[in-house]
């Protein structure tokens, strides 16, 4: 089945320090989504990005799709102690069955 | 109110009982999910229906058994639980498949 590697699998920053999580497929995607979690909660839908070389941004995180549609990255402008959580891509598979692939996510955490 | 609501929250079981975990949503979404999440691992897919009458296995849908009761209830099945099944696991909706997805708070299973 599809896979979809992310890295790094954990990241510790200070406090106004940038963070980037990588999404990473062998196979060209449909469209990509981006989850958070945070520590004993549930994950929380961010973003889908489906066209080749997208770029969305929602305050300090920007969301890219690379052009051939194979990998995405989360980009967090300053980090903040409010984003500290667990960040998952997601990759929809075509065909017949439209269903979602995570990767294993990136835990951040942040030192204030 | 939750639009995605599960119960129980938490359960304690012990290896060899038939368990259910319970899935409501009032978002009017067609699709529904299961999920398991263990530390390291992600999230897997273990069911998902995408209408009351359409029922798919997952990536690891053995041991597991799913019943779509309704388009707000899925309900999903532990016939004889072992301890390898403890984890979190998560329900999830969308309104259709290309779109993002609406977690419920999540059921924290122990098999001892």
């Known amino acids: 089945g599809q896979q979809v590697m992310q890295i790094p699998q954990y990241q510790h920053v200070q406090e106004g320090e940038d963070f980037t999580t990588y999404c990473n497929s062998s196979?060209?995607?449909?469209?990509i989504q981006w989850y958070k979690q945070r520590p004993g909660g549930h994950p929380v839908f961010l973003i889908q990005?489906?066209?080749?070389?997208e770029v969305k941004k929602q305050k300090r995180l920007t969301f890219q799709f690379g052009e051939a549609k194979k990998n995405s990255s989360l980009h967090i402008t300053a980090t903040q102690t409010t984003d500290v959580g667990t960040y998952f891509c997601?990759?929809?598979?075509?065909?017949?069955?439209?269903?979602?692939?995570f990767g294993k996510g990136t835990l951040l955490t942040v030192n204030p | 109110d939750a639009d995605v609501t599960q119960t129980p929250r938490n359960r304690i079981t012990k290896t060899g009982k038939r368990i259910m975990l319970e899935c409501s949503q009032t978002?009017?979404?067609?699709?529904m999910y299961w999920y398991r999440q263990d530390p390291g691992l992600g999230l897997r897919l273990i069911y998902y229906?995408?209408?009351?009458?359409?029922?798919n296995k997952g990536e690891i849908s053995d041991g597991y058994s799913v019943s779509r009761q309704a388009q707000a209830k899925f309900s999903l099945s532990l016939e004889s639980a072992i301890p390898n099944q403890t984890a979190l696991y998560f329900c999830?909706?969308?309104?259709?498949?290309?779109?993002?997805?609406?977690f419920g708070p999540g059921t924290r299973l122990t098999v001892t």
């Open positions: 229906s995408f209408d009351v009458k359409d029922i």
């Open positions: 196979t060209t995607l449909s469209n």
């Open positions: 999830a909706t969308s309104d259709h498949s290309r779109d993002g997805q609406y």
């Open positions: 990005l489906v066209k080749s070389g």
């Open positions: 978002k009017g979404h067609d699709r």
């Open positions: 997601a990759a929809l598979s075509g065909g017949s069955n439209y269903k979602l692939t």
